[in-house]
């Protein structure tokens, strides 16, 4: 395996001595294969342990990783480093305070999710068995359960930066995620907290939340869609 | 914890939607200021025929030509990208807002170059 010569440049605050963030310059080598993951922890176990950063499943599961990297917010554990060549800047998330290095606080996202009542809210009758949902049922939510909650589309969203009121991508998605749930009785709910200007309408299809997204899902059909159906409920 | 007091990432733009959304919001200020100008322009109406003849001919002038060439080109941009937000917010326009950013804004340039042509054949 051949190794490559990397540059990787990274937003460094230590909250113990910094001020605030500063760039530092790390001249590593890796494996020519390596993803942003890997790149981290080789400066974290061979040049720097000061390094903070948070990373679990390393294979794009568990939504930890998640930073922005040469200007665009990606998961550090599936992104090869030969994507960005061998010029790597690294940052933490935009749109979040910085607790430490690339760790940012996370707290106002997780907030906001759970406003939207992420659960199932069931009225009717429990059916004996489970419920039974037809492949056309599953079809309209599929994509959008696939979201892991790594909040690289509301760090990327330019209408939460300036508001942070603003539900943000990942709490509207998962808001669709649960009106179009043909199991689901608690969309009149979640339609009142969405429909609010810090909610469906201050999505303005800028876009960036689609190409932020690691898990691809096509964040800004779902809040059109959810913004229709906020209309069509009103009516 | 650092607190960050501006959140704004203005690295975070190098994206078709994000540069349409930019484009869009200063096209549309740029038409508020178009419109205020117009009203400030008509309302030279209200000091008599001479006074409003005046103004006209002074806006006939090449340089409000050449203005008008780039209103045009600020109108057709809100318009033809508007049309495009209507068709990702109600149409499922959001698969395709790229192909439907570019057909458009080509239209766009194909009326703004005829438009041009007449606005500026009068002077040249």
């Not at chain 1, 540059?7 to 530092?24: G, M, N």
């Not at chain 1, 060549?85 to 935009?94: D, N, R």
């Not at chain 2, 540069?19 to 030279?44: E, P, Q, T």
């Not at chain 2, 192909?99 to 500026?120: H, N, P």
Request: net charge positive; glycine share 4%; aromatic share 12%.
């Amino acid at each position: 395996m051949a190794q490559i010569d990397i540059q990787a440049k990274i937003l460094r605050y230590q909250p113990e001595k910094d001020e605030k963030p500063h760039w530092q310059t790390f001249a590593i080598q890796v494996a020519d294969d390596s993803t942003i993951l890997d790149v981290l922890n080789e400066i974290h176990w061979r040049h720097d342990g000061t390094l903070a950063y948070r990373r679990s499943c390393r294979s794009s599961i568990c939504g930890s990783c998640a930073m922005k990297v040469n200007g665009r917010n990606v998961l550090a554990c599936e992104t090869p480093v030969h994507r960005f060549g061998t010029k790597l800047k690294v940052e933490p998330l935009s749109g979040f305070q910085i607790i430490k290095d690339l760790v940012v606080d996370l707290e106002p996202f997780f907030a906001k999710l759970k406003r939207i009542k992420p659960y199932l809210i069931v009225d009717k009758p429990l059916p004996d068995k489970e419920f039974v949902q037809s492949p056309a049922q599953l079809e309209q939510i599929g994509e959008s359960t696939l979201c892991i909650l790594c909040a690289a589309c509301s760090a990327a969203c330019p209408s939460s930066w300036p508001n942070q009121e603003y539900l943000g991508p990942a709490a509207l998605l998962k808001a669709y995620r649960f009106v179009f749930d043909s199991r689901d009785d608690g969309a009149d709910q979640r339609l009142e907290i969405v429909n609010d200007k810090n909610g469906v309408w201050r999505c303005h299809t800028i876009f960036n939340c689609m190409e932020a997204c690691p898990k691809k899902i096509k964040i800004t059909e779902y809040l059109s869609r959810l913004k229709l159906k906020v209309v069509e409920n009103s009516l | 914890m650092y607190k960050r007091t501006r959140f704004y990432d203005l690295t975070y733009y190098n994206f078709v939607g994000s540069w349409a959304w930019i484009l869009h919001r200063l096209s549309g200020l740029a038409l508020i200021f178009y419109l205020c100008l117009h009203i400030w322009v008509i309302h030279s109406l209200t000091y008599g025929e001479e006074m409003f003849n005046d103004v006209m001919a002074f806006l006939n002038t090449t340089p409000f030509k050449l203005l008008e060439v780039g209103l045009w080109g600020v109108i057709l941009f809100h318009a033809f990208n508007g049309v495009r937000i209507i068709i990702v917010d109600f149409f499922q326009g959001s698969l395709a807002h790229k192909k439907l950013f570019v057909a458009l804004i080509a239209a766009a340039f194909v009326l703004w170059a005829l438009g041009s042509y007449l606005l500026l054949s009068h002077v040249f």
